[in-house]
């Protein structure tokens, strides 16, 4: 190798700030949502001190992995850490909504339990509301990174950013794709393929709102394309599969694909 080329690289390393590798943020992850969920793990606790105690140790790991940037991540990072760690119950109970709409709406479900440990879109969830919170601290690279590793074992792609109510039901799950700015409300089920996407993808619309709201009780099948910041799917609207949509549609309608081709 030349001189000039070792330079470059070595020069990119000393401009790099050093953060929680993937491997770092994957183990965090799953040791928490073992915690919340003992279906996830095989640790058995034997008093509560021992899993308070295990609580603290991620507190003080994601502090640390906070503290890691030196950017805005970084800042106050004690209280971002306390902050995240007070929604616990929420996102656990918010959670236990999501398993029960999995468990109503897949009749080959055996039990709750069995989505807990089995099925990619609880996973996928799981993991989303997550970094949610974190997202809602300021906190960008490590939800993102939480999204992707979700992203990487389950084919869906949930961005830290989106809003999603309680009830969220993932049937099938690969290849769903839900954009930063898209607001799914309560009790909304969504197959495999789906995308709630935006119209544009140009940087100019970064700060805008650019993918779809979805309202309570809407079922959108697989292969529906929902797209556009101003598109409004209406409350207990059904999306039929392969359909595509730029424009708001009201309340209670239905909507499926029907081809132009003559036979």
């Not at 389950?154 to 109510?165: E, K, N, R, S, V």
Request: charged share 20%; aromatic share 10%.
């Amino acid at each position: 190798m030349k001189d000039q080329f070792i330079k470059i690289l070595f020069d990119t390393h000393q401009d790099s700030p050093k953060g929680p590798t993937i491997e770092q943020v994957e183990d965090f992850t799953n040791r928490l949502l073992g915690i919340l969920f003992p279906d996830l793990t095989n640790k058995l606790y034997n008093t509560e001190d021992e899993l308070s105690f295990d609580l603290l140790n991620l507190k003080s790991e994601l502090y640390e992995m906070l503290f890691m940037y030196p950017n805005r991540e970084s800042i106050n990072a004690d209280n971002k850490t306390k902050l995240f760690f007070d929604q616990l119950e929420v996102v656990y109970t918010v959670l236990k909504t999501d398993v029960q709409a999995m468990f109503a709406g897949d009749p080959a479900a055996l039990s709750e339990k069995e989505i807990i440990r089995s099925y990619p879109g609880f996973y996928a969830i799981a993991s989303y509301r997550l970094a949610h919170e974190l997202y809602k601290l300021s906190i960008k690279v490590i939800p993102r990174m939480i999204a992707e590793m979700a992203h990487s074992r389950t084919g869906i792609d949930i961005h830290p950013g989106a809003t999603i109510g309680k009830g969220f039901c993932i049937d099938h799950g690969t290849g769903v794709v839900i954009g930063e700015t898209a607001n799914i409300g309560e009790y909304v089920k969504v197959y495999q393929g789906v995308t709630l996407g935006a119209l544009s993808v140009t940087k100019e619309l970064a700060q805008t709102k650019r993918h779809p709201t979805i309202e309570d009780h809407v079922v959108l099948y697989s292969g529906a394309t929902v797209l556009g910041g101003e598109t409004v799917i209406g409350a207990n609207s059904i999306i039929g599969g392969n359909t595509w949509i730029t424009r708001s549609v009201p309340p209670e309608s239905k909507i499926y694909y029907q081809s132009n081709q003559k036979q």
